[in-house]
């Protein structure tokens, strides 16, 4: 069974640090894994998408990274906002059984202040 | 280009009593995902609908949940009788066919979710 966690659980970092969440999964057996942003009261918004086959993908001031082999991902944000402060998630997308099934980590709640 | 949809957005009932939410898709996805997700976790998938046939129950408590899809459009997530532990946000998705064989597998697109207190 597909377990996925994330580290740290809460973050609260001043405007303009650089940071980095970490994402892990058990099985490395994935197709792909995807970064979810969520806000309070709202669904969540996919960031980045990573297939199996990428070590990396970039949008803007994020940067996710994939190391299938060790069952991690990293995401990175540079110069972080107070506009950047919600909960962020990995998902992983298995590779072998049932389609479009994400099994998501329990997130980091980051916070940025001014 | 419209989003999903969901209603209510918030539901407070008492334990033992039942309750129905309401999702519309974005139009012209053919896959509906229903999720809960607890305070503090993740969320984790109840059940998958591809058109109106169920693809995935697995953790779908059948017990006391229920969903239907008709006409594979619509979907209403049901729970009959509510415990206390199905407190949670319950978030709909929907996305074009995913492919079973590899391919392009298409990006699920998030509805704001209901939030429900069972007291």
């Known amino acids: 069974k597909q377990e996925v966690t994330q580290i740290p659980a809460a973050l609260s970092v001043p405007e303009g640090e650089n940071l980095v969440l970490n994402c892990s999964f058990t099985?490395?057996?994935?197709?792909?894994l995807q970064w979810f942003r969520q806000d309070p009261g709202k669904g969540l918004t996919s960031l980045l998408l990573?297939?199996?086959?990428?070590r990396e993908q970039t949008s803007g001031r994020l940067n996710a990274s994939l190391d299938k082999s060790s069952g991690r991902s990293t995401l990175y944000i540079a110069a972080s906002q107070p506009g950047d402060s919600a909960t962020y998630l990995c998902a992983v997308r298995p590779g072998r059984t049932s389609y479009g099934k994400l099994t998501f980590g329990q997130g980091t709640i980051l916070t940025v202040h001014p | 280009e419209a989003g999903v949809a969901q209603s209510p957005r918030y539901k407070i009932i008492e334990k033992r009593q039942s309750v129905a939410f309401w999702c519309n898709p974005i139009s012209g996805h053919a896959t509906l995902y229903w999720y809960q997700q607890i305070l503090g976790q993740g969320p984790k998938l109840l059940i998958q609908f591809q058109n109106n046939g169920v693809v995935d129950d697995s953790q779908l408590p059948k017990d006391r949940f229920s969903a239907e899809r008709l006409k594979g459009v619509d979907s209403t997530l049901k729970i009959q009788p509510a415990k206390l532990e199905d407190s949670a946000v319950y978030l709909c998705?929907?996305?074009?066919?995913?492919?079973?064989?590899?391919?392009?597998?298409?990006?699920?697109?998030f509805g704001p979710g209901t939030r429900l207190t069972v007291t």
């Open positions: 990573i297939q199996s086959s990428q």
């Open positions: 998705a929907s996305s074009l066919a995913p492919t079973r064989h590899g391919g392009e597998v298409y990006e699920q697109y």
């Open positions: 099985d490395s057996a994935i197709y792909n």
